[in-house]
Each structure stands twice: as structure tokens, then as C-alpha cells.
């Protein structure tokens, strides 16, 4: 029998996720990728290479998509059955988004498992600032990808299936080349110089973070693993533009992932973004400079809520990612077009929610390319996985 070979570019998680469909959906894929997640040391000189930096929490947080429900909930319920599975690295966190100012329940309340606002809960269990007076917000359930497993498993996984990573920068003057008739584009901010991109507007939103290793879970009475979004006053911690901004922490198995920030700008250059302003006070920790609303805000809610200590003089990582939005309107891109004789998908412009979204892209792709309905394909690729894993 002929099997189809499919070329991927790009080893992010929108790739390795796709290309493993694929794979297991009896393709022989292959990606082509010039930067593989476990052979960078220093993170931070790679800021356009998203995938080295989620949180990684299924919520779909900063993304612009007209697709978003359709994917996210296509994606949640895959994530939910791959951990009923056991797959490694995914958790359950009870999950609290907390705001000083009130503020209207996302478009996202109905899709989250155990969405409740806040009103109905204890105010000892709801993460606070010392100095916190009325807050507003919701809890809800949520599939976390704790990084360093999930990642790593993902990747094995697509390897023991059969699945190829070829290290090579992929050029404009190569694609005519390409052995293969059907690419799947999915090299993110290389996109720009690889295809024509209908967008204009090619923004990117800056993320800080500072990894604390080997910090505990941070758990409630019940032993669910709690993680939050904290946005303060704006008087307290905003961006640039003077609109509040969030800090947040998520337990990991390898210590607590504490941010954040979310300034826009666009790309100069692979790795250098562009942005108006900087952030009026910040710390600097490993070289790098850091809001201290990050350190100062997490560590009063740590404190207060959860009794457990942080200190500037704490062994802390800082990061700077940039997650790749293009536009604030409609940034996803998953689509295709012919080129050279060959079909050409599109996945990528994915913000802050690429791993959010990662099932439910590579599910709609695969389902272009075998012109199979979602459900069918959710179910073949489910019994593959009870074999490989
Ligand atoms: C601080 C921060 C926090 C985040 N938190 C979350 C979160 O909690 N939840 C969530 O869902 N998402 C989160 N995200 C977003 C998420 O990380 C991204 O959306 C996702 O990683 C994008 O993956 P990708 O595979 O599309 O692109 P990338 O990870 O950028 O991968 C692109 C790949 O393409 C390759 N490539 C590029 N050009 C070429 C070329 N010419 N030839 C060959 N290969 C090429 C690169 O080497 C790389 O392998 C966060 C992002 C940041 C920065």
C-alpha cells in the first residue's frame, strides 16, 4: 500500500501535535524544524520559540479567533480523554481568575468544567492580596500541561509511532522541492518569511516569567492543585497603555511558574520585539528585567492565601517569551492554499493559547486532509493512543 507522506514544519507544540495525528492516523509525516525544544539551553536567546515557554494551562487566554469555541471545546474534551489515559503530565487544577474591579464573566464560563463565580465560595479560599477588599471572579476546573513531562512525553510519543524530526531551516526557494504534497505549516513566527501572510498586522505580546524551582504544589483542603490569575488595580500593576494587568502562578511538579505581563509590539527581528514602552518598576534577576509586580504581587497572595513564602533572594529563573498573536481581530491562521503543485495548511497565530488549542487545530487540519468528521477521527486516534502509551 502507497501511504501518504506529509512534511511538517516547525516542532512546536502546534506541529509535534499535528504531525502526530497525522502519524497515527497512518500517514508518514515528517518535520522539518531548524530548533528542537530539548536542544536549547539558554531559552531566552529564542523568545520567537513559543513552545519554550507555556504556562501550560488549557484556557483560552489571549487568542483572537472566530473559530475559538469550536476549537477550544474540540481540544478540552481531547485533553480530558488523553488524561483519563493517563497520558503523562496532565493535571486537573482548580483554577481561580480573580480581578480588584468587577468585571463581566468571560465568553469562555460556559465552556469550562465547574465554572462558579466566586460569590458561592469561602472568601479564605479565594487567592487575595493582603490588602485585597472586594473581589470578583470565577473558579473553574482546567487540564494543565505540566511542561517538562507533557512536552517530552508528546515527543517520544511521536517518535515510537514512527513519526521523523529532521533538523533543517526550511527557505522560501525550497518548498517547490519539498517531497511531499501536502505541508503543514506550523513554524509560527517563521511563517513571515517562509509564506505570504494575508495579515498585515503582525503583533506579538511579550510574557515574563520567573520559574521557582522545586517550590510544593499548591493545593486546598480537598488536595486539588490550585493555580490563579490575580489582576490588581491598575494603580498596582498595569501595562504600558495603563490598562490592569494580571500576574499569575501555576504549580509544577518542577516548582511554581509565577507571572506575567502581556505587552504588545511587533517583531524587528526573529528575537527582538518592538514595544512603545517598558514597564515603569522592575527588578533585575538573572540579567533580565522583570516587572516586580510579578515577584511582589504573587508573593503577598502567596503569603496571605496559601501561607507559603517568596523571596527576591529565592533561586529564581526569569523568562521572556513572545507569544505570536499577528492580529488582536482574527490572529489564527489555519487554512490552506496551492502553491507549487502542492496543498500548503496553515497552523499557526495561536497568542497565548497554542496549547490550548493544539488538538483542536491538528483535529480540524486532519480532518481537512482525510475528509473525515472530527468524532470519527477523535475515536481512531484514541485507540492509537491506547497502544503507544
Ligand atoms: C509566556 C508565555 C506563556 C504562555 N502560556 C500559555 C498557556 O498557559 N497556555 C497555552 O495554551 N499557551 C500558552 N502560551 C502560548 C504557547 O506557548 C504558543 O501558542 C505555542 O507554543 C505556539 O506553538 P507553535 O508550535 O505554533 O509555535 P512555536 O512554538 O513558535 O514553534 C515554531 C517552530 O517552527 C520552527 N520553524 C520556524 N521557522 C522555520 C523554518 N523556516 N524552517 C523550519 N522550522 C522553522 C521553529 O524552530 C519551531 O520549532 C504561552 C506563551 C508564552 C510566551
Redesign the pocket.
Known sequence: MNVEKIIV????????TTALTLQLLGYETVI?????ADQISNKNAHA????????????P?SLYSGQLKELFRTSQSFFYELRNQSFSGLRIHRHFEIFELEQDEPRYSNWMVNFRPITELSPQVIPRRSCSQNLYGWTFNCIFADWPRYFPALTACYKQSGGNITR????TEDLPALPADTIVN??????R??FDDPLDEQLVMQ?H?LHKPEAPLITNSSDEIISYNYTPKASAYSSSSGEACDVYCYPRRDGWVL??SRETGYLSSPNTMECSKKHAESYQIGGLTIPTAILDINKDILQTTFGHSLSPSDKLHP?I????LRSKEDGLRLDHETMYGKTVYH??G????????SWGCALALASRITSKNKPQLQKLLLKEFEHIT
Open positions: 514544519i516547525g516542532s512546536g507544540i502546534s506541529g509535534l522539518y524544524t531548524d530548533k528542537e520567537e520559540f513559543a513552545s519554550l515557554f507555556p504556562s501550560a494551562s488549557v484556557i487566554h533543517r531551516k526550511v527557505k506550523c513554524s509560527g513566527t517563521g511563517s518569511e517562509l510574557g516569567l507571572g506575567g523568562l517569551g513572545y507569544r505570536y497552523n499557526y495561536h497568542g497565548g493559547a497554542g496549547v490550548t488549542l
